[in-house]
């Protein structure tokens, strides 16, 4: 099993930065990717941004240039700098890390953190 424990959500005005960090523990042998998605209400749930192993990063159009996705390798740590917020940018953040399982890539999901932007 794996534990994913999110945290830095909360209420933030346009324009304004927040910081989100998720921790992954348990049986972690071979993290292939971590990344943050989002779901708006009324919205399917979206990538935001992913990070892999070697350090790969891919992020959403509407995010580029505003927010940026890093890893603690050691500590099995993702997190999510994101400046420049705008209140579409509101949603619950979820991390999401994919682990290698002999031939399989399976996914686990954190709890979700919400982040709201006012206007």
């Known amino acids: 099993q794996v534990q994913l424990v999110e945290s830095g959500g909360g209420l933030v005005q346009a324009g304004g930065s927040l910081r989100l960090s998720c921790a992954a523990s348990?049986?972690?042998?071979?993290?292939?990717?971590m990344g943050w998605y989002r779901q708006a209400p009324g919205k399917q749930r979206e990538l935001v941004a992913r990070?892999?192993?070697?350090?790969?990063?891919n992020y959403a159009d509407s995010v580029k240039g505003r927010f940026t996705i890093s890893r603690d390798n050691a500590k099995n740590t993702v997190f999510l700098q994101m400046n420049s917020l705008k209140p579409e940018d509101t949603a619950v953040y979820y991390c999401?890390?994919?682990?290698?399982?002999?031939?399989?890539?399976?996914?686990?999901w954190g709890q979700g953190t919400q982040v709201t932007v006012s206007s």
């Open positions: 348990g049986s972690i042998r071979n993290i292939v990717a």
């Open positions: 990070i892999t192993s070697a350090g790969s990063t």
């Open positions: 999401n890390v994919v682990v290698q399982i002999i031939l399989d890539q399976r996914p686990y």
